[in-house]
């Protein structure tokens, strides 16, 4: 899925905001925009977590940048499905204070080679974590945001 750059230059907080307000939006939604409601956040997710420099670099990459892709550390897919289940639960709704932390613990893009990415593909790995692993996981800090990598035996270096 495509996703939009800029929001590359706000901060957190910014972002937050910006989140906070489209999710408001899910009161209005009826089961028929449901899905159009679910695939524009996957798309506004995409670009907000996308940090100015890649959050890790494979060693394959620093080899042959030439054969390199971005990818999202954490699937689109993951986050929009986390976030879907909170809007939804009026007693889990989030503040804008959790989404920024939630930006910044979970944004970033991998840089890795083509060879690494087929890799996560074929491991399971390209749209989820790995099995067991939960979300809150890795925004608590007890599984490290790279697990998808590791998993996938992808040796990496921590960029930013």
């Avoid at 939006?25 to 977590?49: H, V």
């Avoid at 996560?120 to 945001?145: A, F």
Wanted: aromatic letters at 10%.
């Amino acid at each position: 899925m495509a996703w939009t750059g800029h929001f590359v230059e706000t901060n957190y907080e910014e972002r937050a905001e910006f989140l906070y307000h489209f999710l408001k939006m899910y009161e209005i939604c009826t089961k028929d925009t449901e899905k159009a409601f679910s695939d524009t956040l996957k798309f506004i997710l995409g670009g907000m977590m996308i940090r100015k420099e890649p959050r890790y670099i494979s060693e394959g990459t620093q080899a042959s940048e030439n054969d390199s892709t971005d990818e999202h550390t954490i699937p689109c897919k993951v986050l929009t499905d986390y976030l879907m289940r909170k809007i939804k639960n009026r007693n889990t709704f989030p503040t804008k204070e959790f989404l920024s932390e939630f930006i910044e613990k979970l944004s970033g893009i991998g840089k890795i080679t083509k060879a690494e990415n087929d890799r996560l593909s074929k491991s399971g790995l390209k749209q989820k974590l790995p099995e067991k692993i939960m979300l809150d996981d890795i925004i608590n800090g007890s599984v490290n945001h790279a697990i998808r990598y590791e998993k996938a035996g992808i040796v990496f270096f921590e960029n930013n």
